[in-house]
């Protein structure tokens, strides 16, 4: 009988999938907003204002957003499971590293939203 460690890996394709699209969706973004930034001439506080005052820019900026936050939990777990041998201090830095994540996705949105 084969023994497994509980490590809090996730073995399979449904993470790999999430961190391929959730590139995607930002290469997309970027050279959308890139695009953007690009076509304008000048490109003031007023002017940004009123590109992020439409509900389409900021669900794709929200889209964006997410797919970052996403995306950087699993690169930076997959390291953590790959370099960091002792259990404890893996799962209190998957922790440190889950809240920060999470402060820094409240605060983006709230910038977006407000």
């Known amino acids: 009988m084969v023994k497994r460690v509980v490590v809090g890996a996730h073995y399979g394709l449904k993470d790999w999938v999430i961190q391929r699209v959730s590139a995607v969706v930002m ?10 930034a690009l076509i304008n001439d000048k490109f003031s506080y007023q002017d940004l204002h009123q590109l992020f ?3 389409f820019v ?34 209190f830095l998957q922790v440190s590293v889950i809240i920060a994540l999470s402060g820094y996705g409240i605060w983006a949105l709230l910038i977006l939203w407000s």
Do not use: E
């Open 27 to 36: 290469a997309l973004y970027t050279i959308g907003f890139s695009l953007t």
């Open 53 to 55: 005052s439409n509900r």
């Open 58 to 91: 900021k669900i794709t900026t929200l889209l964006f957003i997410v797919s970052l936050l996403l995306h950087a939990w699993i690169g930076v777990r997959d390291i953590f499971m790959d370099y960091i041998k002792p259990t404890s201090l893996r799962f």
